[in-house]
């Protein structure tokens, strides 16, 4: 435990002073970690705690940062107070669309979260109800501002990213630790056993999708302030499939590994700049080669351990 | 286990090394973003080597004023998130100017960043015509806006004498703006759209769009999107038997599409473009024809690759006239003084948004043996 | 009427190349419970590779076009399923007890480095397979002019689905795969070599993915580097609607995808035509959960 917590100290150090060692560029990069790994530890709440195959996480994410993006453009609304807005949206789609198939198995969930994250593709570039501008997308969204402090340079938008990001792990250390994270583990082990212990595991299945599509949409309206330009092909299948890849790779249910998946996927393309038309290559086999000397993911979660109450151990052990 | 991690980790060092290396020299250092990965890499491979070719043409010349060109490539994977990064990387190289890139909204995506770090961009397919609606001063682009083209296919499919038009679009940034402009005039002109909607591009099969198109029974086909499609279009046209002709934006100005199409079903198709090297008999064009060939040995591809090396003609023509690299008198110089700069692809002069201005579109067809003749 | 007729043949030339491709996701899903993603990839490099053959033997002029072919395909299939075998050997096996989705990553590697090494190799540029190799006649079948090499791809890709579907039918080696499936380790004790049967369908299902690429080259003309993105997705999502591991399913889900695709790009609107084919996909699961002709299989306790 003494370990685990001086590693966090030390990151959270070296994360906080990056951008005074760093030039611009790389410090975009890390901007660009940052919004991932975000990303990725609200999938991880329902693939890597709930177990459930979903690679259509793009589709939240884009169902807020649109929501953001039209709201500012239209009124005006000051993009970072849209960001509960934007959350609340993106969650209540996902309530709409999983309710229905919440309960199919593995794989046949995989197609179908796929077949929604083109489906709202598909809708964006289609400019659905006038609103979201075809292929072109929404551009000219306004720069978000903190106290009266607008945020434009890549330096500013990584306090405001990792802020973000710190705040997303903290409430996810909580979440995994109560009684709804626990319950979530025990379906994720075994299903049925869960449900025989009196576990609602539609329901709880459902929450742990809703709750990670709020996250993915607040995280929208972060990039969409970013970016100030948002077009459909930034919310394609390939990029869920990238948000699954880092959390498979960094180690599922496990919140530093996330991190750190997020760190090497979209880390790695950057520093293979040098192979130009090769990265991708070199990128690809490098997946490979990860997964199989790490085959649990990268930081694999530790195995629970709650210390028995001392008087039930009196008792009990002979 | 844990040798095998460290080699891993000494190797993924080793590449580090190897990404961030090349040493610091005292020369001009010109960027160009372009896709060198993703959809449209064979567009940013030609770009690439257009530019380079250009820039060893003027480092053998003795460089611009004794200095000598660098060129400093990012690959922005046709991708707006990688473009942003791609345009970030280039601000902090110490770039004079930068080249590119291909796609409307990957450009957009770079737009702001290259204003910000006072970088001049001289963008290079990216027609969609917001762009230089935004009051960005230093923003150039060497191809035509997509009204000016809207416009010119409106005319020319007039002047055909058709009325009743489908127009087909992919529902990418550019040819969805083609296809609305077009739309619009021909409307306003009388002529009735028979037929408008996407097809998706990339796929192989596209008999359900044709056999759609063809009971809504056009005149003529408007097809505002890529060559790959268009190339496939026109060979399922031909065996279904249907000649209905077809007319393409500056998009299908792409000998592959006559490769992927066969002569037989190509023949006849007409596109608008602006024009290629081969088809203008300026000194200038004819040295980079005969130059690309020895280097390469073969013509260049698209005439979008093209545009990046007049946009570096343009960059360099600058650079040596005012003997500065900062991107206000760059910009200052490109919109006062540079007239008629004799380009490769016809004169290039730019207004105060940046655009190009001229006439610059061409209408071509294709004749039995597949190649693009330029009609008067 | 003829329209809707037409539209049909359409949907039923593009479902055959799915249903194709769509069993090579079927049987390693069947036996390894594993989508192997990098499938599109392998389909993608038949396509490369048959036009590299047939450019650099120049059979066609030689030998006819018919017998021309059929030699292209061996050779095709054969060489892919090589390719499908290392895969296996090198991203697939040593993952074999690890977690589920961890293979599907390394399937996602995998396919970014083929299709990048595809790239590196051939060029991004959009490659041509030679005009008028293949005779362009067509045939009157109720008064549509059907071509005849549509008809034969047509038929070609049914025929190697019936053989595919005697062979684990009814030969001892099909057995040996269908108990595979069921449960590795009870077939183990049975006497039979699980790796080699994994082995062999990780030649079977890319031969007949390479086989696709070969039809899709030959008869569209052009190929490109990402096209198997795109049809491995179509494909997968065939196999699903008709039930994943189940041979016949693919088959179905194949075609009926490919008549959904066009039924709705004529009736509906193309451009939402595939948005369109994934809401009947999500519909036909929200009815029937494990697709079309897949079994109701009790998940293991």
């Excluded at chain 2, 359900?208 to 399922?236: H, N, W």
């Excluded at chain 3, 079309?292 to 998940?299: C, H, I, P, S, W």
Aim: hydrophobic share 50%; charged share 15%; aromatic share 10%.
């Amino acid at each position: 435990m003494k370990n685990t917590t001086i590693i966090f100290g030390i990151s959270a150090l070296a994360i906080a002073c990056a951008p005074f060692a760093l030039n611009t560029y790389w410090v975009d990069v890390l901007n660009n970690v940052g919004l991932y790994a975000i990303l990725a530890l609200s999938l991880n709440i329902i693939l890597g705690h709930a177990g459930l195959f979903h690679m259509g996480h793009a589709a939240f994410y884009a169902i807020g940062a649109y929501t953001a993006a039209i709201l500012n453009t239209t009124y005006g609304v000051p993009i970072l107070w849209l960001m509960p807005v934007a959350g609340v949206l993106a969650g209540l789609f996902a309530l709409v669309v999983a309710r229905p198939i919440i309960h199919l198995r593995g794989d046949y969930l995989l197609i179908v979260t796929i077949g929604i994250v083109e489906i709202v593709r598909i809708a964006l570039i289609n400019n659905v109800f006038d609103l979201t501008g075809g292929a072109n997308g929404i551009f000219g969204i306004s720069r978000p501002s903190v106290f009266g402090f607008k945020i434009t340079k890549p330096q500013h938008f990584y306090y405001l990213i990792w802020g973000f990001a710190a705040a997303t792990i903290f409430l996810l250390l909580r979440l995994e630790h109560s009684r709804f994270g626990r319950a979530l583990l025990y379906i994720k082990e075994d299903e049925v056993a869960a449900g025989g212990s009196g576990i609602n595991v539609p329901q709880l299945k459902l929450i742990a999708f809703v709750i990670g599509a709020v996250w993915a949409g607040m995280t929208g309206t972060i990039y969409a302030a970013k970016m100030t330009i948002i077009a459909p092909e930034s919310f394609s299948f390939a990029e869920s499939v990238v948000l699954f890849t880092i959390v498979i790779l960094g180690g599922s249910g496990s919140i530093p590994g996330v991190i750190l998946g997020a760190f090497l996927l979209v880390g790695l393309p950057e520093l293979f700049r040098g192979l130009a038309e090769y990265r991708m290559m070199v990128f690809g086999a490098a997946m490979v080669l990860m997964m199989i000397f790490r085959n649990q993911g990268l930081v694999p979660p530790a195995p629970k351990h709650y210390a028995i109450k001392p008087d039930l151990r009196a008792g009990g052990a002979q | 286990m844990n040798k095998r991690l460290i080699t891993l980790g000494c190797l993924t060092l080793a590449l580090l090394v190897l990404a961030i290396g090349p040493a610091w020299a005292k020369t001009i250092r010109i960027g160009l973003m372009c896709p060198l990965t993703g959809s449209w890499a064979s567009e940013g491979q030609d770009m690439k080597q257009i530019v380079e070719l250009l820039a060893a043409e003027t480092n053998k010349a003795g460089g611009i004023d004794g200095a000598q060109v660098e060129i400093v490539i990012e690959d922005d994977g046709g991708d707006p998130r990688q473009a942003a990064l791609a345009a970030t990387r280039l601000t902090t190289k110490d770039i004079a100017a930068v080249i590119g890139t291909y796609g409307s909204s990957i450009t957009e995506a770079s737009q702001n960043i290259y204003a910000e770090s006072g970088i001049l961009q001289v963008a290079t397919g990216s027609t969609a015509i917001r762009l230089s609606e935004k009051n960005l001063p230093l923003f150039f682009r060497t191809c035509p806006r997509d009204d000016e083209q809207g416009l010119v296919a409106a005319k020319t499919l007039t002047s055909l004498g058709f009325s009743k038009i489908a127009i087909l679009h992919d529902n990418t940034s550019y040819a969805k703006g083609l296809a609305d402009e077009a739309k619009a005039l021909l409307e306003k002109d009388g002529k009735t759209i028979v037929f408008y909607d996407a097809l998706t591009p990339g796929e192989r099969d596209y008999n359900a769009i044709l056999t759609k198109l063809k009971s809504a029974d056009p005149e003529v086909i408007f097809f505002t999107a890529y060559y790959p499609e268009a190339g496939m279009l026109l060979r399922q046209k031909m065996e279904m038997n249907w000649n209905v002709p077809m007319i393409g934006g500056d998009a299908t100005n792409n000998p592959d599409l006559v490769k992927i199409a066969g002569n037989k079903a190509a023949e006849g198709y007409m596109f608008l473009s602006p024009p290629v090297p081969a088809d203008l008999d300026t000194p200038e064009a004819k040295a980079f024809m005969t130059a690309y060939q020895g280097a390469y040995g073969s013509a260049p591809g698209s005439v979008w690759a093209v545009l990046a090396g007049d946009a570096y003609r343009v960059i360099a023509e600058a650079i040596a006239k005012t003997g500065d690299t900062s991107g206000e008198k760059l910009a200052a110089y490109l919109k006062a003084n540079l007239k008629d700069f004799p380009g490769l692809t016809g004169t290039v002069s730019f207004n105060d948004k940046g655009d190009r201005v001229g006439d610059l579109y061409r209408v071509y067809k294709v004749d039995a043996n597949g190649a693009f003749v330029l009609q008067p | 009427m003829e329209e809707f007729f037409q539209q049909l043949t359409n949907g039923l030339a593009v479902g055959g190349i799915y249903a194709l491709i769509a069993l090579g996701y079927t049987m390693v899903y069947g036996v390894m419970k594993l989508i192997n993603f990098a499938h599109g990839d392998l389909f993608t490099i038949g396509a490369y590779l048959g036009l590299t053959l047939l450019l650099s033997f120049g059979l066609f002029d030689k030998i006819g076009p018919l017998a021309a072919v059929g030699v292209l395909a061996i050779m095709v299939m054969i060489l892919v399923a090589i390719i499908g075998a290392l895969l296996e050997r090198v991203a697939y096996k040593p993952l074999r007890r690890s977690p589920r989705l961890t293979a599907v990553v390394s399937a996602l590697g995998a396919s970014i480095f083929f299709q990048n090494t595809i790239m590196a190799i051939y060029s991004p540029k959009f490659l041509v397979y030679p005009h008028d190799i293949l005779p362009k006649m067509a045939v009157n079948i109720l008064g549509l002019d059907v071509p005849i090499i549509r008809i034969l791809m047509f038929l070609t890709s049914l025929a190697l689905m019936a053989a595919l579907y005697f062979f684990i039918q009814k030969t001892k080696i099909g057995t040996a795969i269908r108990a595979a499936a069921i449960d590795q380790g009870a077939a183990k004790l049975m006497g039979i070599n699980v790796d080699r049967v994994i082995m062999l369908v990780f030649c079977i299902g890319p031969a007949l993915g390479g086989a696709a690429g070969l039809m899709v080259g030959l008869y569209y003309g052009q190929v490109n580097f990402s096209m198997g993105w795109m049809y491995g997705l179509k494909a997968f999502t065939a196999a699903i609607l008709g039930g994943i591991g189940n041979i016949p399913g693919a088959m179905v889900g194949g075609l009926l995808l490919g008549v959904i695709e066009a039924l709705g790009a004529a009736y509906i609107s193309i451009a939402w035509k595939d948005a369109i084919a994934f809401c009947v996909l999500i519909l036909i699961l929200i009815v029937r959960p494990t697709g079309l002709l897949g079994e109701r299989v009790a998940e293991k306790v």
